[in-house]
């Protein structure tokens, strides 16, 4: 035999005792261990021990839902980290930001790493959803999982916004004074929801304890709820999305039929798209080694682009926060930049019925739009309309969401970035 | 036949996997590596280099390479100044080139109890030296250049009399004598057109002041205040004092610190403790004791201090209680005590004073003379102002005012200014309403300063 030295020793230990009771498979060299390293192994169980084909192929998903994955893996792990150090005080959050930049080891990469993640963590739901919009991929039957894509779109940008408050700067101050006041412009509930968030008509101490509180337990224990249940019906709705095959033919068992006084197993129940029962089996590949080695590729490209960022750029830290002293203009997180843009026009229009709007739309789609064709491939031609709908709203977003980001200075006129921006003074 | 082989992922694996490594690396040892500790071992380099014996050497060699740092919590302060300036305190590195060198004088203000950037300024939490001096962005407090570290005194202690910090009491003259206060509020008291200036000291740097006394309209636009043309050593010296008005407020241990003994404490605690009840000056006050014209030049400073702390001790038989000064009030009274001879002191005393003298005091602390003009001669310019565009001036007063209505006056401002040419800006300096600001007595006093202004020789029934 002659494997390389890792492979032999990792054969040696998983032949051993020990190394049995705790991985039950060793490294699998038939079809019958590949398979049973992908059930008999904790992590691994939550997937298939086949996959099709269309699931592997990289231009098709682009791997986006796992690299959102993946950077919310990095986010808890620094996340803890970060917080033996913090403390969510308004007299001392600053400092400690001051600390973790010069005496904690690592402090500064870590917060950078936590940060640049969590930028990138919104990008990516963001791109996610619009891989899975262009493919038509939330149709029948996974209408209901895009309706959980959008929740973890609005738990993603619950979490970086109240993430955003905590370094207690002159930059977390105002985006969150300027964010919750969007909040404000709904009209009966605003106030009270404002309210509700600052736990005060300002943001102050009660506005950092309850963004703290919101940021570290309850907004990551409902992501990690909603995250599985998100995986849970991927595997259940069939793996991802593709496009029907001709001779696939669904095998719908009618449940109503069945007498209701006994009991069935799990086979009898399955739905008819499981890849177990996928007609064509030669479409199958089996998941060890092709779709873990995969995964475990693209977690070390997601941490070598983190680390890299982080490492060559530092997260912005301003000034201590000042209650008295507005920066002009007063920006909210580039997320929300576009909402704010539109704020500037009719606060009503772009702080409730436009975001309103959206968000209801988002949620209802794949109910409204139930014709099932052009599912599992890049802008089919039969979607034409949705495809253009979509990408006209997405369009107006990107273009909102730029010029509030790099066109709008001082009173939020308007600015052209690659002019030197005027001095701004405090007038008397 | 399906491929099983995972030999095609070792080239992804190796290649991803050494990316990951080395930017482990190199993140380590960009974390690890930080200058304070090239000078921290240059340090201990020296150290080694001076043992005269092997025990010096051990003890030399076994300097640890760590963050030094001061906690000052009632300062809200760490400073790990010492994380580099290791040597500040030993005199044997004075003349050594920075950063390891000895800093004089700092026996009254040691540094465990007020570390660095409470004088010095910067960023104390710091430890790269960019960041640590404090010239970076989003950081309010720059190091202060040495020209100002007067400024720093100004913080805590008085301004006036501190013999360490001539060019702050200068400031502070500077201040009081060109009417600053008529526009600025300054520790509560002053007038509401110009911002308040409690803690301009923080917020601005030297450059931007002087530019802003020279041309305020240059550094920030649209603002009514008139150009200062000071000589410039006032100006520095009022750059200086804009730099001590940090708004600074530290307790416990350091209020203690606050006063140096000096004149003006000293005439504060002779007005409000009643000595004029007994002693009498410029033949004002009681007869019970000695008239204290002269003490200054029968009594030593020491007698008088022992006088102050037991008064019985040094002239038997004497009836004056023992008030309980402390050491430093005690100094205060002995230093003013010194200076009554000198006739200007005397006249501070308002108790002594005429009314139109205290008026003249009242015009001074109010910054009245900042529109109206040194002795309300006027000349402030108003731009399109009826009065020949200036802030008129109020030697006539008494010709147009009965003195309650120039009181009324005073009282109630005048917030519309006619204006000579109604397209053009209204003028932009008015009189403010003075009533809750200036105190009732103090209006009576100016009142009558500014009705004795009247020149003599002016024949009254025209």
Not at chain 1, 88 to 96: F, G, N, Q, V
Not at chain 2, 198 to 209: E, F, H, N
Not at chain 2, 318 to 345: C, K, N, W, Y
Request: aromatic residues 10%.
């Amino acid at each position: 035999m002659n494997a390389p030295l890792p492979k032999r020793l990792w054969h040696w230990f998983t032949r051993t005792g020990v190394g049995r009771s705790i991985f039950r498979v060793g490294l699998p060299d038939s079809n019958l261990e590949r398979s049973q390293a992908m059930v008999s192994s904790f992590l691994l169980h939550v997937q298939p021990a086949k996959v099709h084909r269309h699931a592997l192929r990289a231009s098709y998903s682009l791997g986006l839902g796992l690299i959102t994955l993946y950077l919310f893996v990095i986010l808890c792990v620094t996340g803890v980290l970060l917080m033996f150090y913090y403390v969510p005080s308004t007299d001392k959050a600053y400092d400690i930001m001051k600390d973790l930049q010069f005496v904690v080891s690592a402090g500064l990469v870590l917060r950078n790493m936590h940060r640049w993640a969590a930028h990138l963590m919104v990008l990516f739901v963001m791109l996610h959803m619009c891989r899975v919009f262009y493919t038509g991929a939330y149709k029948s039957p996974r209408e209901f999982n895009w309706v959980l894509g959008v929740g973890l779109f609005l738990v993603t940008l619950g979490l970086s916004f109240t993430g955003y408050l905590l370094p207690w700067d002159q930059l977390a101050y105002w985006a969150i004074t300027v964010g919750t006041s969007i909040a404000g412009y709904a009209p009966v509930v605003g106030e009270k929801l404002k309210y509700l968030m600052l736990g005060g008509h300002v943001v102050g101490q009660d506005a950092l304890t309850r963004f703290y509180a919101l940021h570290v337990i309850v907004l990551p224990a409902l992501a990690v709820l909603m995250i599985s249940v998100h995986l849970f019906r991927v595997r259940k709705d069939g793996g991802l999305s593709r496009p029907d095959e001709p001779g696939e033919v669904v095998q719908q068992i009618d449940l109503g039929q069945l007498p209701t006084n006994k009991s069935y197993g799990l086979m009898e129940l399955a739905r008819g798209t499981t890849p177990q029962v996928g007609m064509n089996p030669e479409d199958e590949i089996f998941s060890w080694p092709h779709l873990v080695f995969r995964e475990l590729l693209l977690f070390l490209l997601v941490t070598a682009v983190v680390l890299f960022l982080a490492i060559f750029w530092n997260a912005p830290l301003e000034e201590i926060a000042n209650a008295v002293h507005p920066p002009n203009p007063a920006k909210a997180p580039w997320y929300f930049l576009g909402l704010q843009e539109l704020v500037s026009y009719s606060a009503f229009w772009g702080g409730v019925v436009v975001p309103g709007l959206l968000v209801t739309a988002l949620a209802l789609l794949p109910y409204t739009d139930r014709k099932r064709h052009g599912v599992g491939r890049w802008f089919a031609r039969e979607r034409v309309v949705a495809n253009t709908i979509f990408s006209v709203c997405l369009a107006i977003a990107v273009v909102l969401t730029v010029i509030g980001s790099f066109f709008r200075g001082p009173n939020w006129s308007w600015v052209e970035p690659w002019k030197n921006p005027p001095a701004v003074t405090e007038g008397h | 036949m399906q491929d099983f082989s995972i030999r095609k992922f070792y080239g992804w694996f190796t290649a991803l996997g050494l990316l990951v490594g080395v930017l482990v690396i190199v993140g380590y040892y960009r974390d690890e590596y930080r200058a304070w500790k090239d000078y921290q071992r240059r340090y201990i380099q020296e150290e080694i280099h001076r043992a005269a014996t092997p025990q010096q050497r051990l003890l030399a060699e076994r300097i640890p390479v760590e963050i030094r740092q001061t906690v000052l919590p009632d300062l809200h302060r760490v400073d790990r100044c010492t994380t580099c300036h290791l040597t500040v305190e030993d005199p044997s590195y004075g003349g050594y080139p920075q950063p390891l060198s000895y800093h004089p004088l700092h026996e009254q203000h040691p540094f465990e109890r007020f570390g660095c950037t409470i004088c010095h300024r910067g960023q104390g939490r710091a430890t790269t030296t960019v960041e640590a001096h404090g010239n970076v962005a989003y950081w309010d407090e720059p190091m202060l250049p040495m020209q100002y570290i007067q400024a720093s005194c100004g913080q805590c202690h008085e301004p006036a009399d501190n013999p360490a910090a001539p060019e702050l009491a200068q400031g502070e003259q500077v201040f009081e004598n060109s009417g600053c206060r008529g526009c600025h509020k300054l520790g509560g008291s002053g007038g509401i057109i110009g911002p308040e200036l409690d803690k301009v000291g923080a917020r601005r740097s030297p450059d931007w002041l002087k530019k802003h006394f020279i041309d305020p309209a240059s550094a920030t636009p649209g603002s009514v205040m008139p150009p200062q043309k000071f000589p410039d050593t006032n100006l520095e010296a009022i750059v200086l004092f804009m730099l001590s008005q940090t708004g600074e407020s530290a307790s416990g241990y350091y209020s203690s610190m606050k006063n140096l003994p000096n004149t003006r404490l000293g005439q504060h605690l002779f007005q409000s403790r009643g000595c004029i009840g007994c002693h009498s000056v410029n033949g004002n006050g009681g007869k019970v004791g000695p008239a204290l014209d002269d003490v200054g030049l029968r009594r030593a400073p020491e007698w008088m201090m022992q006088h102050f702390r037991d008064p019985q001790s040094v002239t038997p038989g004497s009836v004056m209680p023992r008030f309980g000064f402390t050491e430093t009030e005690a100094r205060a009274l002995t230093d003013f005590l010194i200076h009554m001879r000198e006739q200007a002191v005397a006249l501070m005393l308002p108790s002594l004073m005429s009314p139109a003298e205290r008026g003249r005091e009242v015009f001074r602390k109010y910054g009245c003379a900042g529109c109206h003009g040194p002795g309300a001669k006027g000349g402030v310019p108003n731009p399109n102002s009826k009065t020949a565009e200036q802030v008129p001036g109020l030697l006539h007063v008494a010709d147009g005012y009965t003195v309650p209505q120039l009181k009324a006056r005073i009282n109630t401002g005048q917030h519309e200014i006619p204006a000579l040419d109604p397209k053009r800006p209204p003028p932009p300096l008015y009189m403010p309403g003075w009533a809750g600001t200036i105190k009732d007595a103090e209006v009576d006093d100016l009142a009558a300063y500014l009705i004795s202004l009247k020149p003599k020789d002016e024949n009254p029934g025209f």
